[in-house]
């Protein structure tokens, strides 16, 4: 269908995490259940013993109390409250895993997420005429095929395995009350155990299928990444003359390096150069400053114009920080620039020494 449209194109890391923050992403429900169910299976065979001793201990508390079957009326609150409480009681343990192991399967799949668009009201999820297209939609439909088959699948494993286990269970009467629990208990946990491997199976295969569909629908045609392109980048006619001025006050700036005194560097991602000529300068001036790449680029041309590169990083931090291009030095930097300056004139006398 995205191919049809003209969305031929994998969509972008922009357009995967803005519909992530919407809430939309492949998660397969099937492998949740699949997950859960197992979890549920394997803490099933040590809660056993524990099911058994809390019903043999309701059992033993309410069959100790008697039962008067002419005040029965009188006695429904209690007993209803008592079946609760050993309700509860048994289901606490499994619920508590059940929502433990959903929880860690969904998280597996989406990691932590929390969408608040997601749960926001939109009147459109409750018109009925979209509701009515939705349940006769392809996906809707693919759905119920697959929970109908699912099932199926769970009823025939489920006879396969009574009727390998029949001769058993009819000779259970034979075996005693309480291994007869067992008995069902070990025909449950194996029958357990093959449909978890089989709907885990079944569970990974729609995760991939979910994750194949969710990428296919958020692909994109070539109009679709230009205009995002443009969103995220800016125009490319303003960006090249944004590059364009860019270059022009680069080529200034670094023209002006040639009539540097000094530069001053960090010493390689940052580099000043200051400029004082008491002909025409009263205090010290920033000529050029820069960093990393125009950095680079401002030592390669005092190179070239040999003007003097005295390496100082906290001078360097401290005037890239606080002063722009065309600024006098501030007064309270006037004796670490002095020094700097003494060492540069100390240097040329020694240069014209040499020669």
């Known amino acids: 269908m995205a191919e049809k449209d003209g969305k031929t194109e994998k969509p972008s890391p922009k357009k995967i995490k803005?519909?992530?923050?919407?809430?939309?992403?492949?998660?397969?429900?099937?492998?949740?259940?699949?997950?859960?169910?197992?979890?549920?299976?394997?803490?099933?065979?040590f809660l056993g013993p524990y099911i058994l001793k809390q019903?043999?201990?309701?059992?033993?508390?309410?069959?100790?109390?008697?039962?008067?079957?002419?005040?029965?009326?009188?006695?429904l609150g209690n007993i209803g409250m008592k079946a609760i409480v050993f309700i509860l009681v048994l289901a606490g343990p499994f619920l508590a895993i059940g929502f433990v192991a959903s929880l860690i399967a969904s998280m597996l799949q989406t990691g932590f997420l929390f969408s608040a668009e997601a749960i926001?009201?939109?009147?459109?999820?409750?018109?009925?005429?979209?509701?009515?297209?939705?349940?006769?939609?392809?996906?809707?439909?693919?759905t119920l095929l697959k929970n109908i088959?699912?099932?199926?699948?769970?009823?025939?494993?489920?006879?396969?395995?009574?009727?390998?286990?029949?001769?058993?269970?009819?000779?259970?009467?034979?075996?005693?009350?309480r291994k007869l629990f067992f008995l069902v208990m070990e025909l449950v946990k194996s029958l357990g155990v093959q449909l978890g491997i089989v709907l885990l199976v079944l569970g990974i295969a729609d995760y991939i299928y979910q994750v194949y569909d969710y990428r296919n629908g958020l692909k994109m045609s070539k109009q679709d990444l230009k205009d995002e392109y443009k969103q995220s980048e800016g125009d490319p006619q303003i960006k090249g003359?944004?590059?364009?001025?860019?270059?022009?006050?680069?080529?200034?700036?670094?023209a002006d390096v040639e009539t540097a005194t000094a530069v001053i560097t960090n010493p390689t991602h940052l580099a000043i150069a200051i400029r004082y000529d008491k002909s025409q300068d009263e205090v010290p001036i920033i000529v050029a400053k820069g960093a990393d790449y125009q950095a680079a680029k401002i030592r390669e041309r005092a190179k070239e114009s040999q003007v003097p590169i005295i390496e100082n990083k906290p001078v360097a931090r401290a005037m890239y920080q606080s002063i722009e291009v065309g600024q006098p030095v501030p007064v309270d930097m006037y004796q670490a620039i002095a020094e700097i300056l003494a060492l540069v004139y100390q240097m040329e006398e020694i240069n014209k020494h040499k020669i």
């Open 18 to 45: 803005d519909s992530r923050k919407k809430g939309q992403i492949a998660k397969s429900q099937d492998l949740t259940s699949a997950v859960t169910f197992i979890v549920f299976v394997g803490s099933s065979a």
């Open 55 to 75: 019903g043999f201990l309701y059992l033993r508390a309410y069959f100790s109390e008697g039962l008067i079957v002419g005040g029965l009326e009188n006695d």
């Open 120 to 142: 926001k009201f939109d009147i459109k999820k409750i018109n009925p005429v979209s509701g009515f297209k939705n349940m006769f939609s392809k996906k809707t439909m693919f």
């Open 149 to 177: 088959m699912k099932l199926g699948l769970v009823f025939f494993m489920a006879y396969l395995m009574i009727s390998s286990s029949i001769n058993h269970l009819v000779n259970a009467g034979n075996i005693g009350t």
């Open 241 to 254: 003359k944004r590059k364009q001025f860019h270059r022009q006050m680069t080529s200034g700036m670094l």
